[in-house]
């Protein structure tokens, strides 16, 4: 018995759409990097919601791009 041939369980990686992008990691990288620049100019807050945006944006055309 070869568990990686098994017929009666699920593979998740067989699973799903095929290629999928990960755009989330600009939702992450924008928030730190807005975080970080905006407390240089003194606005850290002001600066994490723009990276949110920005990153949020990016994301969103990563997966419009790849549908």
């Known amino acids: 018995m070869n568990p990686e ?29 807005g975080a970080i620049g905006g407390g240089v100019l003194g606005q850290p807050s002001a600066g994490l919601l723009a990276g949110l945006a920005l990153g949020t944006a990016a994301a969103l055309l990563i997966w419009w791009k790849g549908r």
């Open 5 to 33: 041939t098994s017929d009666n369980g699920s593979n998740p990686s067989d699973s799903g759409t095929g290629n999928r992008n990960g755009g989330g990691v600009f939702i992450a990288i924008g928030a730190i990097v």
